[in-house]
């Protein structure tokens, strides 16, 4: 089975600049993840998807930062403006069911702001 | 914030040690996961341990749970020098967002050959 799937690779912008990465999950899995890992730390949750409702999303910047989940399949994460500490990965998860299952992490998005 | 700490920060070992890697964490927990990354990779899923349970086995792998003490615990047994990486333990909250895994900052693990 295809694994999750997330473009870009790497990115680079200057702060101010906006940016927006791509997940696309595993087919059948209804929830999906968007973490934001800082170099030297564990993975942090920003949203929670459970088909293309936000389950939560109390630790996102809403001021800088949005997420969609059109049609419950794929799902973009978009950064407006970018500060230097958004410098991250930026890793999509997705699992069958919200709970109790292992969460399939795609390879992430390395993002330097500048 | 972090509820899980992985202890050591960092680990060195020679090939066929084992190594073993502990997380504690502060509230109650539906299940525990262990997660591992290899450097620039995304994270893979290594073992689900639910609360009732007190340990469990995979291949080379055995984790126990002491909720009693918040605590879990993962073995590798004879260790290979593909298993250098972190390994991070998470944890799914009773009574919070199901599904919202929280993550320790990880234990790096090197495995000389």
């Known amino acids: 089975e295809a694994g999750v799937a997330q473009s870009p690779r790497y990115k680079i912008i200057e702060k101010r600049q906006s940016v927006a990465f791509w997940c696309n999950p595993i087919s059948g899995h209804a929830t999906l993840y968007w973490y934001q890992q800082i170099l030297g730390q564990g993975p942090k949750l920003l949203i929670q998807f459970q088909n293309n409702g936000v389950v939560d999303d109390s630790q996102l910047p809403k001021d800088r930062f949005s997420a969609e989940r059109l049609k419950g399949v794929d799902s973009t994460l978009k950064i407006q403006p970018a500060k230097l500490e958004d410098s991250a990965v930026y890793l999509c998860?997705?699992?069958?069911?919200?709970?109790?299952?292992?969460?399939?992490f795609g390879p992430g998005t390395r993002l330097t702001a500048t | 914030s972090q509820q899980g700490e992985e202890d050591p920060q960092a680990l060195s070992i020679q090939e066929g040690e084992n190594a073993t890697m502990n997380c504690s964490y502060k509230?109650?927990?539906?299940?525990l996961q262990w997660y591992r990354q290899n450097s620039g990779r995304g994270l893979v899923h290594l073992i689900l341990?639910?609360?009732?349970?007190r340990e469990k086995h995979s291949g080379r792998l055995r984790v126990t749970l002491d909720t009693s003490k918040k605590s879990s615990s993962l073995l590798i047994t004879a260790s290979r020098a593909a298993d250098t990486a972190s390994y991070f333990c998470?944890?799914?909250?009773?009574?919070?967002?199901?599904?919202?895994?929280?993550f320790g900052k990880g234990t790096k693990l090197s495995v000389k050959p």
């Open positions: 341990i639910r609360s009732n349970e």
């Open positions: 509230t109650s927990i539906n299940n």
């Open positions: 998860a997705s699992s069958l069911v919200q709970t109790g299952y292992e969460q399939y």
């Open positions: 998470a944890t799914d909250s009773y009574g919070g967002s199901q599904g919202n895994l929280i």
